[in-house]
């Protein structure tokens, strides 16, 4: 297993009713295909060697003998093969006959699985000829000339990921078996079914496959019958569905007439780091029935080549999602901070305004929150604080973004009040380095301070998740606040809030303000601008693209991931923008920072949580501020 990845299929083969040559040949040759493509277990429909349409032909002893050979048949050629496969086939045992799955490997058995919840309603009649698992209790069965185990409760342990199977509508029962599966290790359900098509049941099956996954914190697989089935009442639509704990990772086209795999990574990991951390998932395990645990053989390894596409922006959802993603954020801010003034019964806030994209954020929340509680906007001291470094275009956007808002405006300039402060520490102000930039910035933050203390009011902190995961704030500078409003969002979703805000929540001229804010360069403006007057201290030449330390540190503190793994998929997302020298450079930076820069993050100010990922020492985040960095920047290094 490479990167904690497994690859998996879901088949849909070319089917004819009863024909079991013909369905044991369309499945070998999805077998051999998928064998082919480096594929390590295969999942076909719901008695996809008989078909699933049989109907009272199920109670032909000729049916059910040839479905046998059929499956010796498919076996023997597939001797040579490490892939797993699960078929589906009606089993007999002495008065039983059930609707059963079937796994093997290397022309052996490993064991049969017999469908728990038989449907008996509307065009449903498997009550007619099949039995329940639960009415077959002996631990094994004789099929193919192999005694194997048999029963709902198997767990098969591959070397890289624990499966199981659960039987098309046992899905849809209230309580169904991959719920307990799950809880007894299964990481990876496969699920052969026969889902007929009415209208809307496609939307539900997407949403039912994606909480089950999600609420098991597994990979679950479903293939289900397609072309080829009777429609003597009901058309069989061909759903092929791979999800991934809530996610549809891939999808058969519907109503295909034409065979189909459809092929995706499950990240085993992930699902593995996700029970670890989530206690609801540890806390629900109990005694029950032990299941039966099958060992398989080791599978050959491949290279591991990706079909599932990564995010590069996994804070940033795509279309209309990133506009209710936005909405739910900034009400999300908004109520946090009308709580804390409430508590305090306090009118006023002070911030810093820069012209930039956090203490614009900040500024937004704070107009909004103020309309909430009924208090007038003057309440808001809004301070810009031109320093060495501040340039007219931010400097005019802070002052035209304040009184279009209409609240209190001061202005305090830094210059003079660093420049004696540089003389009294005996500092060269030509030399450009940490101490001239901190020191601007720790006098901002006191001029806030003080500000505050002097009307009363709550300084409202303006530094956001990026700038904090990696130590890009001076400590005791603008690393502090009395109220932080957006230490929890990412840097490259902070453009985008204020982005909506311009375009959903305020008039023309402040939208054209915020509009050229968030095309503006981020920086933090401490040092002198260029010849032209123009932003010449860039923050992502410094520390390297925010676009990729979010990706970093989604991987990072969301799912635990080391340092090659997030490299691994770094590449695959950025491989049209950056090379791999390049992510692998600004890894080894996030790595580095991030592991130095824990004490700022360990007396970090209070603020709203808005998303999975968070830093506050409180609750998301718990780290030593002297923890050793050594073995993620080894394992940097061997990149």
Sequence with gaps: MKHGFVKVAAAIPQVKVADCKFNAQQIDTQIAIAEGKGIQI?????????????????????????????????????RQMDIISIVGMPIASNSLLMNGAVVIQRGKILGVIPKSYLPNHGENNEQRWFSPASKYIEPSIRLCGQNVPCSSELIFETPDVNF???????????????????????????????????????????????????????GYVMSSCGFGESTTDVVYGGNALIAEYGNILASSERFSLKEQLVISEIDVELIRNERRSNTLFTSSLGESKPA????????????????????????VPKGEELNKRCEEIFAIQIAGLAKRLVHINGKTVVLGISGGLDSTLALLVCAKTFDKLGLSRKGIIGITMPGFGTTDRTYNNALHLMASLGITIQEISIKEACIQHFK????????????????????????????????NGLVVGTGDLSELALGWATYNGDHMSMYGVNGNIPKTLVKYLVNWVALNGVDNESRNTLLDIVDTPISPELIPADEMGNIKQKTE???????????????????????????????????????????????????????????????????????????????????????????????????
């Excluded at 039966?292 to 804070?315: K, Y």
């Design 424 to 455: 009294d520490i005996d500092h060269d102000m030509t030399i450009h380095d940490v101490t001239y930039e901190n020191g601007q910035a720790r006098e901002r933050t006191q001029i806030l301070m003080d500000v505050a203390n002097k009307v």
């Design 42 to 78: 295969i999942v076909f429909p719901e008695l996809s060697i008989t078909g699933y349409t049989c109907a009272d032909l199920f109670g032909q002893t000729l049916l059910l003998e040839e479905a046998e050979i059929s499956l010796m048949q498919i076996m023997n050629n597939t």
């Design 164 to 218: 199981a199977v659960e039987i098309g509508s046992d899905l849809f029962t209230p309580v169904p078996p991959s719920a307990s599966l799950a809880l007894k290790g299964a990481e990876i359900i496969f699920n052969p079914s026969a889902s007929i098509e009415v209208i809307g049941k496609h939307n539900y099956l997407l949403q039912t496959i994606a909480q089950q996954s999600s609420r098991c914190l597994c």
């Design 292 to 315: 039966i645990h099958i060992a398989t053989e080791m599978t050959n390894p491949r290279d591991l080549v990706l079909t599932r596409p990564v995010e590069p922006h996994p804070f």
């Design 541 to 639: 030449d410094l520390v390297g693209p925010y676009e990729l330390h979010d990706f970093f540190i989604y991987h990072f503190l969301r799912f635990g991931f080391r340092p090659s793994k997030i490299f691994y998929l770094a590449s695959n997302a950025f491989r049209k923008e950056y090379s791999e020298e390049t992510i692998k450079k600004w890894l080894t930076t996030f790595c580095r920072r991030f592991f130095q820069q824990q004490f700022k993050r360990s007396c970090l100010p209070d603020g709203p949580k808005v998303g999975s990922v968070g830093i506050s020492p409180r609750g998301d985040w718990k780290m030593p501020s002297d923890a050793c960095a050594a073995l993620w920047l080894k394992e940097c290094e061997e990149l």
